[in-house]
C-alpha cells in the first residue's frame, strides 16, 4: 500500500484473534482506531513501535480485563480492588489498596544477585517485620535511629555472636571468644573469659570506685588520684588483709609511705636504705619476737656494721653469747650470727660500774670519782706512778702532780708552779709536796704539808701551821732553792723557787711529787 497509514473501521471482531502483520509505512508504524471493545478479545502487535489512537482512549473497564503475553504471563484485574501480576503460570504479585505483597509466603524475592535495588525509602516511624509470625521487628524512631523489638539479637557469623537486650535497660555483647573494641586500629579494649585487655589508659570519675560483684566499691580513687581501700579485713598473714600481693610479686613504692597499724616482716632478710632512721620506741628488741625463748641459739645479740678504713671491714657491738659479755669488736667475722676478732678501743664519758676487770688503764681525763663510797685499789702488786713530768692524777679525791722540771740558774731565781682548782665548798685539801732538787753545788731535799679548808663563801684558809716541813742544804752561792705552799680564794699553788748564782751558770732540777688529798663527809680513799 502506498498510503503511510491504515485506516480501519467498523470492524466486527470475533474471538479468533486480530493480527495485522507487516504493516510498513515510511514512519515504521502503524495507526489502529478501534472502537469500545467488548467481551475477551487479543490484539496481538509483533511490531513495538506502535501507537494507539485515540479510540482506546477514556475509561476502559472489564470486570473480567486480564493484559497479557499469554495465559501464563499476565496481569490480571478479575478480583475487585487487587490486580495480579502472573510470571510463568505463577501468581507471583498481589497489589491491594494497603499491601504490594507476594501471592504465597516466601513465595517473591525482591531484587537478585544481579539485579539490585538502587534506593529504598521508608516513612517516619516505618517497621520491618521480620519472619513467619513477625517476631523479629526493626522499627524507624524518627529524628534517632532505629529499634530492634524485644531481645531479638543483631547476630554475626552465627547465633554465638551477637548484641541483643535481656531486658529494659540491659545491653549484651555475646562472643565465642573475645569481643574487641577497636579504634583507630588499635584495640583499645580486649575481653576474653578471662581476661580484659585495655590497650591504653583507664579512667574513672572523680571519686569513682571499683569493686566486685560483692563489694563494689572495694577500691575508690578521689579527683587527686588518692587511693583508698574499703575493706576492713585485718591482715594475720602474708595471705589475709585489705591487700594480699603473691609471693611471686613484689610492692614498689617510689614516694613516703605511712603505716598507722602495726608492721610485721616475715621474710629472711629486711634491707633498710635510709641515710637516717628515726626509731621512737626506746626500747629496740633483738633476737625475737618471743618473750621467752625455747632454746639456747648460741647467736650474739646486737649491731653489725659496714665500714672502710681503706679497706671494707665489717664491725660488731653488742653482746657475746659465748662470754656473757658486751663487746666491741672493730674488724669482725660473722659465722651463723657468732661474731669474733680482736676488741676494739671504747671512749665514754662518765659512767658507773659494779666491777672493772681490765689489763690496761690509760684516762684520758683528770678524775676518777665515786658518788656512794670508797674507791678501793686491791692490786697484788704495787701500784707504780709512770706518770710523765707535770701530770698528775686524780684517783677519787686525790690529786698528783708529778714532778720533773728544770729551772736555770741565773741572778735572779726563777720559778715553776702548781695549780689545784679547789672549789668544794667545806671540803678540806692536803697538800703534801716531797720534791728533790738537784745541782751542782749538791742536792736538797724537800718535804711539806699543809692543809686548807675552803668555806662556805668560796674562800680558801689554811688550817694553822705547815703539819711537817723538812729541807736540805747545798752549797748555793747566792739563794737556796725553796718549795712553798699558798693559796688564793679558790687554788691551791705549790711554787717551786730555783737556786740564785751570780757567778756560774748552771741548772737545777726538781723531782718529785705534789699529792693533793680532797676530805669530804661522805667518802674517802683506800688505797691498798
Not at 504465597?104 to 525509602?121: E, F, H, K, R
Not at 541483643?164 to 573469659?193: H, K, P, R, Y
Not at 747545798?474 to 737556786?499: M, R, Y
Request: aromatic share 6%.
Amino acid at each position: 500500500m502506498a498510503s503511510s497509514a491504515v485506516l480501519m473501521q467498523n470492524v466486527a471482531m470475533d474471538d479468533s484473534s486480530f493480527y495485522l502483520v507487516n504493516g510498513t509505512t515510511t514512519t515504521n508504524h502503524v495507526v489502529f482506531n478501534v472502537p469500545t471493545l467488548t467481551g475477551n478479545r487479543t490484539i496481538t502487535i509483533p511490531d513495538s513501535n506502535v501507537t494507539l489512537g485515540s479510540g482506546l482512549s477514556g475509561n476502559n473497564f472489564a470486570t473480567d480485563l486480564k493484559i497479557g503475553r499469554d495465559g501464563d504471563n499476565l496481569i490480571d484485574f478479575t478480583v475487585d480492588d487487587e490486580i495480579t501480576f502472573r510470571a510463568g503460570g505463577t501468581d507471583e504479585l498481589k497489589l491491594t489498596a494497603t499491601e504490594l505483597a507476594p501471592e504465597t509466603n516466601n513465595g517473591l524475592a525482591l531484587g537478585s544477585t544481579t539485579l539490585n535495588w538502587s534506593d529504598i525509602y521508608f516513612a517516619d516511624g516505618a517497621v520491618i517485620n521480620l519472619g513467619n509470625d513477625q517476631d523479629v521487628t526493626l522499627t524507624h524512631v524518627p529524628d534517632t535511629g532505629l529499634l530492634l523489638n524485644g531481645a531479638s539479637q543483631l547476630q554475626f557469623r552465627d547465633n554465638a555472636i551477637h548484641i541483643s537486650s535481656d531486658a529494659d535497660g540491659d545491653l549484651n555483647i555475646q562472643a565465642d571468644t573475645t569481643v574487641n573494641l577497636n579504634i583507630g586500629g588499635t584495640d583499645e579494649l580486649s575481653i576474653t573469659e578471662t581476661t580484659a585487655t585495655f590497650g591504653t589508659n583507664i579512667v574513672i570519675p572523680d571519686a569513682g570506685t571499683i569493686g566486685s560483684a560483692n563489694d563494689n566499691d572495694a577500691l575508690a580513687i578521689s579527683s587527686a588520684g588518692v587511693i583508698t581501700l574499703s575493706s576492713g579485713t585485718v591482715s594475720t598473714s602474708t595471705s589475709t588483709g585489705t591487700l594480699v600481693v603473691s609471693n611471686s610479686g613484689g610492692v614498689g613504692i617510689e614516694g613516703n609511705v605511712f603505716i598507722g597499724g602495726n608492721l610485721t616482716v616475715n621474710g629472711s632478710t629486711t634491707t633498710v636504705e635510709s641515710t637516717v632512721v628515726n626509731i621512737q620506741d626506746p626500747i629496740f628488741t633483738l633476737g625475737g619476737t618471743s618473750a621467752n625463748p625455747a632454746t639456747n641459739d648460741n647467736k650474739d645479740r646486737g649491731i653489725e656494721f659496714k665500714w672502710n678504713d681503706g679497706a671494707a671491714k665489717t664491725g660488731f657491738f653488742g653482746y657475746d653469747d659465748s662470754t656473757g659479755k658486751f663487746t666491741f669488736i672493730p674488724d669482725a667475722a660473722n659465722s651463723s650470727e657468732v661474731f669474733s676478732g680482736t676488741a676494739g678501743d671504747v671512749a665514754f664519758g662518765a659512767g658507773e660500774f659494779t666491777s672493772v676487770a681490765v689489763d690496761n688503764i690509760t684516762i684520758d681525763g683528770n678524775t676518777i670519782s665515786s658518788t656512794t663510797g670508797n674507791i678501793t685499789l686491791a692490786p697484788t702488786g704495787s701500784i707504780i706512778n709512770t706518770l710523765a713530768a707535770g701530770a698528775c692524777i686524780r684517783l677519787g679525791h686525790v690529786t698528783k702532780f708529778n714532778v720533773d722540771t728544770v729551772l736555770a740558774c741565773a741572778d735572779d731565781a726563777n720559778t715553776a708552779t702548781y695549780t689545784y682548782t679547789a672549789t668544794d665548798a667545806d671540803h678540806e685539801y692536803i697538800v703534801k709536796a716531797r720534791v728533790v732538787e738537784r745541782s751542782p753545788n749538791g742536792a736538797k731535799f724537800f718535804e711539806r704539808t699543809l692543809s686548807f679548808i675552803n668555806n662556805n663563801v668560796g674562800d680558801l684558809a689554811a688550817i694553822g701551821s705547815e703539819l711537817s716541813s723538812t729541807a736540805g742544804t747545798n752549797a748555793a752561792n747566792d739563794g737556796q732553792p725553796n718549795v712553798a705552799i699558798s693559796a688564793t680564794t679558790t687554788a691551791i699553788v705549790v711554787t717551786l723557787t730555783g737556786e740564785q748564782d751570780t757567778v756560774d751558770t748552771h741548772d737545777c732540777q726538781f723531782t718529785g711529787e705534789i699529792e693533793i688529798i680532797t676530805k669530804d663527809p661522805v667518802s674517802s680513799i683506800t688505797i691498798a
